[in-house]
Every structure is written in C-alpha cells, then in structure tokens.
C-alpha cells in the first residue's frame, strides 16, 4: 500500500487543521491506518489510529479530545481532524499503514505492526 498525506500548516494556538492521507494500491481497505508524528530531538509517537475491521479507535491520551481520526473506505483515505492545536502538538506528521485483518480484538489499531508510510507533513503551533 502507498500513503500521500497532505494539509500540514502553520496555525495559531487553539486552531484547527485537517491532514488527509490517500491510500493506494492493492485493497487498502485491509489496513489499519494510523496518524503518528515526530517532534524534533523526540522519537516518533503514535497519533490516533482506526481499524480496518471495525473503524474503532484509539488514540494518545495528549491528543483525546481533540483530535479525531476518520476513515472513508470508498475514497480509500484517512483524516486527522485536529482542535485546539497546542504548540506541543507541532512536528512532523505520518500516516501509516498496517495489515489489519486476522487479529485477535484484544489488539487495538495502534498495536498492529505499522509498516508502511507516507510522506511526512510539518504541523506548526505557534504560541
């Protein structure tokens, strides 16, 4: 599968933004998909994810709230729908992809082995 994420930007503190990711290739309807970001001098932390079987999801608990994961399997995209943007939101943001049928339910979206990645979008917060 092929991710291209877009709508990264610049926002002020308390502002929203809106990233989408396009999937492609052979069903990408068989994937989790999940938004993860990585700040500079931090590692990479999941996001918000969304599965593939049941559209549940799950998301970091600094981000509950405010940030909403959606998926539209007839477009074959993914959105991040982001409220009250922090600065400690800003970084770098990927979209991901795992295999997603098969699993037990005990595993949510974000436990599932992400292997496959987008391009990564900058998100700024500024203060």
């Known amino acids: 599968v092929q991710l291209q994420a877009s709508g990264g930007g610049l926002v002020q503190s308390g502002g929203s933004l809106r990233l989408s990711c396009a999937a492609s290739?052979?069903?990408?309807?068989?994937?989790?998909l999940g938004w993860f970001r990585q700040a500079p001098g931090k590692q990479r932390e999941v996001v918000s994810c969304?599965?593939?079987?049941?559209?549940?999801?799950d998301s970091a608990d600094s981000v509950k709230g405010r940030f909403t994961i959606s998926r539209d399997n007839a477009k074959n995209t993914v959105s991040l729908q982001m409220n009250s943007l922090k600065p400690e939101d800003t970084a770098v943001y990927y979209c991901?992809?795992?295999?997603?049928?098969?699993?037990?339910?005990?595993?949510?979206?974000?436990?599932?082995?992400?292997?496959?990645w987008g391009q990564g979008t900058q998100v700024t917060v500024s203060s």
């Open positions: 290739g052979d069903n990408p309807d068989y994937y989790a």
């Open positions: 969304i599965s593939a079987v049941d559209g549940s999801t």
């Open positions: 991901g992809a795992a295999y997603g049928l098969g699993y037990p339910p005990r595993i949510s979206a974000c436990g599932l082995d992400y292997g496959y």
